[in-house]
């Protein structure tokens, strides 16, 4: 069965002092995971050991890197490689979100060469697609996302493609307050389910994660969460606050 995933994204927000009460009062928080479901914070790489030190022993709770680099080791200055990050032990990295692929050109190809890093050090990568407006407009975002899926995941093998967890964030509901409605997400995250099945088979389709990132808060999370082929959220600012962060991992299903 697939896993049910409330993933907080920090981006480049909060000190170290700011990030540790964060993470205090979430854990204080009352908060249930059953086994299906899982809380992962993806947190800036400096604050990466003080998280695996607050969350360590807590059950179904993972910190995750939210870049690496695509190569293994070497002259590279200013990255960070997935050996790095295992050897820290983290088991998720964040891959192409949309400030990455706007302000980092990270491509589908570069994307696709970070994901088999990833699998290959046996890290989990929650891999982020996604149409920006003028597409969405054009009602062009399912050619528009299947090419990134087909140009970054396609060639992965059956076994591979389920130690992926997909975010599907339209690109205009990100940080912008708007959200994509609970039909919109439906019908995307089926069209992506679809596009896995087509490829592997509807069983590997149905055990992949694919969550929803955009504007989720509080209190929307229930209703975003309650769609049949979405498996949670990625969050951004709502992140960012103990009490609406606890109230979205409450709401997977
Ligand atoms: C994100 O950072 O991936 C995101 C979805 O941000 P927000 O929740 O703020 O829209």
């Known amino acids: 069965m697939r896993k049910q995933i409330a993933a907080a994204n920090w981006k480049m927000n909060l000190t170290l002092a700011q990030g540790e009460q964060l993470l205090d009062e979430i854990i204080a928080a009352p908060h249930s995971l059953s086994n299906n479901q899982l809380a992962v914070f993806a947190v800036p790489f400096p604050y990466l050991t003080m998280a695996q030190q607050k969350l360590s022993g807590k059950q179904n709770v993972f910190v995750a890197a939210q870049n690496c680099y695509s190569k293994k080791s070497g002259a590279y200055t200013g990255e960070v490689s997935v050996e790095m990050l295992q050897s820290i032990g983290i088991q998720y990295v964040v891959l192409g979100h949309s400030e990455r692929r706007e302000y980092f050109n990270e491509s589908n190809h570069f994307l ?3 994901v088999n890093i990833c699998l290959e050090y046996n890290i989990t990568p929650i891999f982020c697609c996604g149409e920006p407006l003028h597409i969405r407009e054009a009602d062009t975002q399912n050619e528009f996302v299947g090419k990134q899926l087909e140009e970054s995941l396609f060639h992965l093998s059956a076994g591979q493609i389920t130690k992926v967890v997909i975010a599907y ?14 039909e919109q997400a439906q019908e995307m995250h089926a069209f992506i389910r679809q596009q896995f ?3 592997y088979g509807e069983a590997v389709a149905n055990e992949i994660s694919i969550l929803y990132g955009g504007s989720v808060k509080a209190n929307n999370a229930s209703a975003i969460f309650a769609q049949p082929d979405v498996d949670g959220g990625l969050v951004g600012g709502a992140s960012l606050i103990a009490n609406d962060f606890t109230a979205i991992i409450n709401a997977l299903k």
Request: no cysteine; net charge positive; aromatic share 4%.
């Open 112 to 114: 696709a060469e970070k």
């Open 169 to 182: 964030e339209p690109i205009w509901a990100i940080g912008t307050g708007k959200t994509a409605s609970n």
């Open 197 to 199: 099945a087509a490829k």
